[in-house]
């Protein structure tokens, strides 16, 4: 996959061997590039970045590419990365054909028959329950407080995406400002690890550290590789 970015010679290409960094130095081509990807990842459409495949053909940047605004508040429990747990605990309980949470799911209904019934009221109420309700019922979710610190809070999110299938790229503005050299060469030795492309969008220029790819886009909007 790569992302081509129109007005620019160099597009950014995704591997299993290397991390992208993409250095904006001016200030307003910093916030339209990010506008644009954050509109893209949210359905709505432009024509000045795509996403391509192997055959360039266009993808769905909105199921590829998710994107970290705020490292210090990620949202490890949102609705698609719910939704994706409940589904797949689902799927493993109706593939090991396990039948006690449905008998269950079946006795608390009873129990519950027997007490409306001493109520002088008609009622109605579902005749089954789906194992994503029941999930629902238990608030069942990622516990944020385990992890605090930045480092580990996006590896874990690396562990989210590519455990459930959810996004291939991980875009994070300025995360250097926040982790070490060693962190940063930790984090990309995880990200390849886990198979989740890790792009980096920064306003400063860093020292080029192992396994990474350096595009810089000047103040004169001219770009190249470094």
């Known amino acids: 996959m790569k992302l081509k970015i129109n007005g620019f010679d160099n597009e950014i290409i995704f591997n299993d ?4 960094i993409l250095t ?10 990010l506008q644009i990807l954050n509109d893209k990842t949210n359905g709505i459409e432009s024509n000045e970045i795509f ?6 053909e266009e993808m769905n940047m909105a199921k590829e590419i998710q994107i970290v605004l705020d490292v210090f508040n990620i949202d490890y429990n949102s ?4 939704n994706k747990i409940y589904e797949i605990i689902s799927n493993n309980i109706e593939k090991n054909q396990d039948f006690e949470v449905e008998r269950m799911v079946l006795n608390l209904r009873n129990y519950i028959i027997e007490e409306i019934n001493d ?3 008609e009622f109605v109420m579902k005749n089954e329950i789906e194992i994503p309700e ?25 562990d989210i995406f590519s455990t459930l299938k959810i996004a291939k790229i991980l875009i994070i503005p300025n995360l250097k400002l926040f ?13 390849l690890y886990n198979n989740i492309n890790l792009l980096l969008i920064e306003r400063n220029e860093y020292t080029k550290l192992k396994y990474e790819i350096n595009i810089i886009i000047d103040e004169n909007f001219n770009d190249f590789l470094k």
């Open 179 to 191: 982790l070490d050299e060693a962190e940063l060469v930790e984090l990309y030795k995880y990200s």
């Open 134 to 158: 029941v999930l629902k019922l238990y608030n069942l979710k990622i516990d944020e407080e385990n992890y605090t610190s930045i480092l580990e809070k996006i590896e874990i999110l690396i």
């Open 119 to 121: 109520l002088p009221f």
């Open 51 to 56: 996403l391509l495949g192997e055959n360039n």
């Open 79 to 82: 609705k698609k990365i719910l």
């Open 24 to 33: 904006i130095k001016n200030t307003k081509c910093f916030s339209h590039i």
């Open 17 to 20: 061997q290397n991390i992208n």
